[in-house]
């Protein structure tokens, strides 16, 4: 199990760097012409562009660093529960984090790279040093709100069944949590929009998210 995590992570993150190496090869180039003046005219298109979007500050580069390997647990996490799960409606929600936060982990990786920023190749990453990162809430790693430490994965990864399913809904609840919180952060104090406007997205389906997944655990 650990090493189709692995490959779907490799996965994930290649793809990542597929989409950054486009974006830039499409700022590169104008498609047409040759010399100073197809320059020219890709620079004023590359300036347009960053104009529309907005430039990104600390706190964007601190977000997409952060929200990395916080979606990377998050998928390691989901994909236990195809054969241990015993409820359906956690094998459905568990599908929908995996399809939901698979390409927003390739969109955040695209822009590190193209802002010629690290790009976290696993959950294990630290986020403590991270600029702009919130230090204040407690987790498995420092500033990173919500994130499970070993023992908790270890713990999940052993269950099966029934205890598996409140598990992973009592963990999952946390770790969507933490993601609020640093979407929250980002929608506030980050520059860059179209971060800003995935950071949006994030809080508003994982609210609803957590609402369904408090509903599961009690029952009802």
């Given at each position: 199990m650990r090493n189709t995590r692995t490959l779907t992570r490799r996965a994930v993150l290649?793809?990542?760097?597929v989409t950054a190496a486009l974006v830039l090869a499409a700022c590169g180039g104008d498609g047409g012409g040759a010399g100073h003046a197809g320059g020219h005219r890709s620079a004023s298109s590359s300036t347009s562009a960053d104009a529309t979007a907005g430039a990104h500050n600390a706190q964007d580069v601190?977000?997409?660093?952060?929200m990395i390997p916080h979606h990377l647990q998050a998928l390691d996490m989901a994909e236990l529960a195809a054969d241990r799960a015993?409820?359906?409606?956690?094998?459905?929600?568990?599908?929908?984090?995996?399809?939901a936060?698979?390409?927003e982990i390739r969109?955040?990786?695209g822009w590190l790279t193209s802002w010629g920023e690290d790009v976290p190749t696993s959950s294990g990453s630290t986020a403590g040093s991270m600029p702009g990162m919130d230090?204040?809430?407690?987790?498995g790693m420092p500033g990173m709100p919500g994130m499970m430490d070993g023992s908790d994965m270890d713990a999940l990864e052993k269950a099966s069944g029934t205890k598996f399913d409140t598990l992973f809904l009592t963990?999952?609840?946390d770790h969507h949590e933490g993601a609020v919180a640093m979407a929250t952060t980002e929608r506030s104090k980050g520059a860059y929009g179209p971060a800003t406007s995935l950071a949006d997205d994030i809080v508003t389906a994982q609210t609803a998210e957590i609402a369904r997944m408090d509903k599961l655990v009690g029952g009802s």
């Amino acid at each position: 199990m650990r090493n189709t995590r692995t490959l779907t992570r490799r996965a994930v993150l290649a793809a990542a760097s597929v989409t950054a190496a486009l974006v830039l090869a499409a700022c590169g180039g104008d498609g047409g012409g040759a010399g100073h003046a197809g320059g020219h005219r890709s620079a004023s298109s590359s300036t347009s562009a960053d104009a529309t979007a907005g430039a990104h500050n600390a706190q964007d580069v601190s977000f997409a660093q952060g929200m990395i390997p916080h979606h990377l647990q998050a998928l390691d996490m989901a994909e236990l529960a195809a054969d241990r799960a015993s409820s359906a409606e956690v094998k459905d929600l568990a599908s929908r984090i995996e399809k939901a936060q698979a390409p927003e982990i390739r969109t955040l990786g695209g822009w590190l790279t193209s802002w010629g920023e690290d790009v976290p190749t696993s959950s294990g990453s630290t986020a403590g040093s991270m600029p702009g990162m919130d230090h204040s809430a407690g987790s498995g790693m420092p500033g990173m709100p919500g994130m499970m430490d070993g023992s908790d994965m270890d713990a999940l990864e052993k269950a099966s069944g029934t205890k598996f399913d409140t598990l992973f809904l009592t963990m999952m609840i946390d770790h969507h949590e933490g993601a609020v919180a640093m979407a929250t952060t980002e929608r506030s104090k980050g520059a860059y929009g179209p971060a800003t406007s995935l950071a949006d997205d994030i809080v508003t389906a994982q609210t609803a998210e957590i609402a369904r997944m408090d509903k599961l655990v009690g029952g009802s």
